[in-house]
């Protein structure tokens, strides 16, 4: 059996390197796809844990984290698709007329 | 019964100044100067009233307290609003109505026609006519609350009172500004004094715990100011000083005759100056206890009638001659209370009120015939033209000169009497004062009214003053003259009827065969004084001339009133001046003003550094929420939820 603290540190590495992405990254989309990571990092944590506890909570909560992320990236899309349209540009840096 | 109208004497003023103030302008000069006059009328018959029903009493029941209403009650402190009838405040209240009566009716005819150089664009004719029976009417109004006063607080608000009319009639040309300033000079000095006033009263209070006159001088309750006598004296002396145009705080006076003539004989002449007389008499308990502080009563009006006797000398303005005068005159009745002669200092006052009036109103007339001349260098020969003027003139003059029989005769005598019984040097300043007095008085007969004209324009247009003018000079020309016969020596009226007031603090005294001396020396004195006069200005006038250069640098010094103005303005005024500008322009402006726009300002700056956390770009947020939440975990973790 591989040891839980594995799937753990693992996770743990993905949602990091997710959380950086998200920082880092300039365009919508990849930022998008970073959250993704996240979510996904968090699912292997429950199902990890689930295993690691012999119930099964942490599978259930894993397809409703997917269920949501569906819904989410639906909107989130659209909204860039929007951004796109009107500022032709998928840098988010760029996406600043909210400024002071 | 009387007793419950003696409302009635404020109500008539209070009246006629409310209804001339409405209708005034509606009812056209004539109506308006009746009311007025009517006015004060009837608060004179008002006090003939009391005056006749205290006198059907007996002696010990003459002093009886009317009160109005309660004003203020705050644990023991309680002021009512009230009435003191007695023979003094009666006897003052009389003076004041009476002579201010006869004044109301002369200022009609003197204030009928525009006087000053713009006061027809100013304001316009009616509406100035009006505003000045109005104040008149307050001032008389605010007297009589201060003579009729039955504690110190409503003697104060007369006081104020009183000296808030001064101002508004001494600058009534207001766009003259030597008029407008001397408002605001008399204003100002007078409010010196007052910080005495006020400082007495607090001590009073804060010693006795009283301050109605009939409560606090009952002899078993005045001792509790034994302590601080001598202080509140003096308090009350300052303010005296300012009031009554006494060193050193007199100098407003000379400048007050920049205001209208009629204002002049009322209310710095017969009325308001002798407040400070009245109240040093009032407050005779008080002073009784403190023999220093009426030292100082005495020796100050001594110095001033001197003081201000020689600088009436040399003065060519008529009313500056007055004015030193009156200065002059209130010194002895200073000298009067202070050597505790209460009667004498007061019967100076009446025979004052009369021929100072008479004097002032006097001039006025010799104005009004002169187009508003006031140099007597520019005069002369004016008995012909203006022979009623003339004769009233002259029988002030020899009053306030002292003519022997007159009214001021006998006044300045009983004074001069109590000066060398407290004091020979007293008496001897006064004697030498009452030379002068007599020398100066006829001097202003002389030069204006005697020889040959100086002017002769001026004399071609002079013409004598209607009888709404000439006949108030007749009344107070009879006043002035036989004035005296109510303080005949060994058969003095006044001095009987002014004892129930005064008999804890007068001694009786027999003078016999001194005061016969003192009364011949007086005599001569004034006679002298007068045919001084008529060798320098009638005989060989070089010889003024002559003197003036002999005296050299005196000459200098007394023409230009010793500098006093000067040191004053040196001494306090300028540095109060640049306090102010200082104040005004540094403190205020930059200090004040930059604190509080300074805080605005630094509020405006934070805003400016904390905008900038708004930068509009989303990585941003994102950054700032990920540094929460890890702060947070940490938080958690470690020290635990």
């Known amino acids: 059996?591989?040891?839980?603290?594995?799937?753990?540190?693992?996770?743990?590495?993905?949602?990091?390197?997710?959380?950086?992405?998200?920082?880092?990254?300039?365009?919508?989309?990849?930022?998008?796809?970073?959250?993704?990571?996240?979510?996904?990092?968090?699912?292997?944590?429950?199902?990890?844990?689930?295993?690691?506890?012999?119930?099964?909570?942490?599978?259930?909560?894993?397809?409703?984290v997917m269920a949501i992320a569906a819904a989410e990236v639906a909107i989130g899309l659209g909204i860039v698709v929007g951004l796109v349209r009107h500022r032709d540009t998928t840098n988010v840096d760029r996406i600043n007329l909210l400024r002071w | 019964m009387i007793v419950e109208y003696a409302w009635l004497l404020l109500a008539f003023p209070v009246l006629g100044l409310t209804l001339n103030l409405i209708f005034g302008a509606r009812w056209g000069k004539?109506?308006?100067?009746?009311?007025?006059?009517?006015?004060?009328?009837?608060?004179?018959?008002?006090?003939?009233?009391?005056?006749?029903?205290?006198?059907g009493l007996p002696e010990e029941e003459r002093t009886i307290e009317q009160v109005l209403w309660s004003w203020i009650t705050i644990d023991q402190f309680h002021v009512d609003i009230g009435l003191l009838i007695d023979p003094l405040s009666v006897f003052m209240a009389l003076v004041v109505t009476g002579v201010g009566f006869l004044i109301h009716v002369y200022s009609m005819g003197y204030m009928w026609a525009p006087h000053e150089k713009g006061e027809e664009e100013a304001m316009g004719d009616i509406p100035r006519f009006v505003r000045y029976f109005v104040y008149l009417n307050l001032f008389i109004l605010m007297m009589l609350t201060l003579v009729m006063a039955n504690d110190f607080v409503q003697m104060f608000i007369g006081w104020e009172g009183v000296g808030l009319a001064s101002y508004l009639l001494i600058g009534f040309w207001f766009f003259k500004p030597s008029a407008a300033d001397a408002g605001k000079k008399a204003f100002l000095v007078n409010r010196v004094g007052d910080v005495g006033f006020i400082l007495a009263?607090?001590?009073?209070?804060?010693?006795?715990?009283r301050l109605n006159f009939l409560d606090l001088f009952r002899p078993e309750n005045v001792q509790a100011l034994q302590v601080g006598a001598t202080t509140i004296g003096l308090l009350l002396l300052l303010a005296a000083t300012g009031k009554s145009a006494q060193i050193p705080l007199y100098v407003w006076l000379p400048d007050a005759m920049e205001?209208?003539?009629?204002?002049?004989?009322?209310?710095?002449?017969?009325?308001?100056?002798?407040?400070?007389v009245y109240m040093i008499a009032r407050t005779s308990p008080l002073y009784a206890l403190t023999p220093t502080a009426m030292t100082w009563v005495a020796t100050i009006g001594a110095l001033t009638a001197f003081f201000a006797a020689t600088i009436a000398l040399a003065q060519t303005d008529l009313k500056r001659i007055l004015a030193y005068s009156t200065i002059s005159q209130l010194g002895y009745m200073f000298l009067g209370v202070g050597t505790g002669a209460y009667v004498a200092g007061i019967f100076h006052l009446y025979t004052h009120a009369f021929f100072k009036a008479l004097l002032f109103l006097g001039a006025g007339s010799v104005m009004h015939a002169l187009h508003g001349e006031l140099d007597i260098r520019k005069m002369g020969g004016l008995k012909e033209k203006l022979p009623t003027t003339y004769k009233t003139f002259l029988v002030g003059a020899a009053a306030l000169a002292g003519f022997p029989l007159l009214s001021g005769f006998f006044s300045k005598d009983e004074i001069l009497l109590a000066a060398w019984q407290r004091s020979p040097i007293l008496w001897l300043i006064g004697i030498v004062t009452a030379f002068m007095t007599a020398t100066y008085s006829f001097r202003a007969v002389f030069v204006p009214f005697w020889g040959k004209p100086r002017n002769h324009k001026l004399y071609e247009h002079a013409h004598e003053s209607p009888p709404v003018m000439t006949v108030p000079l007749i009344i107070l020309a009879i006043g002035a003259a036989f004035g005296g016969v109510i303080g005949l020596p060994k058969a003095s009226w006044l001095h009987h009827w002014l004892m129930p007031v005064f008999e804890h603090v007068m001694h009786e005294s027999e003078p016999g065969a001194l005061m016969w001396g003192l009364m011949t020396v007086s005599a001569l004195v004034a006679l002298g004084g007068i045919y001084f006069a008529y060798e320098l200005f009638v005989v060989n006038p070089d010889r003024v001339l002559r003197i003036r250069r002999a005296l050299g640098p005196v000459d200098t010094l007394v023409q230009h009133r010793y500098y006093v103005d000067e040191l004053y303005m040196t001494l306090v005024v300028n540095p109060l001046k640049a306090l102010a500008d200082w104040l005004a322009y540094v403190f205020d402006q930059r200090g004040i003003d930059g604190l509080v726009n300074g805080v605005a300002w630094v509020t405006g700056w934070i805003g400016q550094q904390v905008r900038r956390v708004q930068t509009g770009r989303v990585?941003?947020?994102?950054?700032?929420?990920?540094?929460?939440?890890?702060?947070?975990?940490?938080?958690?973790?470690l020290v635990g939820g």
Do not use: W
């Open chain 1, 1 to 64: 059996m591989v040891p839980t603290g594995y799937y753990l540190v693992l996770a743990a590495v993905i949602f990091g390197i997710g959380a950086l992405g998200v920082l880092v990254r300039r365009n919508a989309l990849i930022i998008f796809m970073c959250i993704e990571m996240m979510m996904n990092a968090v699912n292997l944590t429950l199902v990890a844990l689930a295993r690691h506890f012999g119930t099964l909570d942490g599978q259930v909560f894993v397809f409703l």
């Open chain 2, 259 to 276: 205001g209208p003539t009629p204002v002049s004989a009322l209310i710095h002449a017969a009325t308001m100056v002798t407040a400070g």
């Open chain 2, 619 to 637: 990585g941003t947020y994102a950054f700032t929420l990920f540094v929460g939440v890890v702060i947070l975990v940490v938080y958690f973790v």
């Open chain 2, 201 to 209: 009263m607090l001590f009073i209070f804060r010693l006795s715990g």
């Open chain 2, 30 to 55: 004539k109506t308006t100067g009746i009311v007025a006059s009517g006015a004060v009328l009837g608060s004179f018959l008002v006090a003939l009233g009391l005056f006749l029903h205290l006198n």
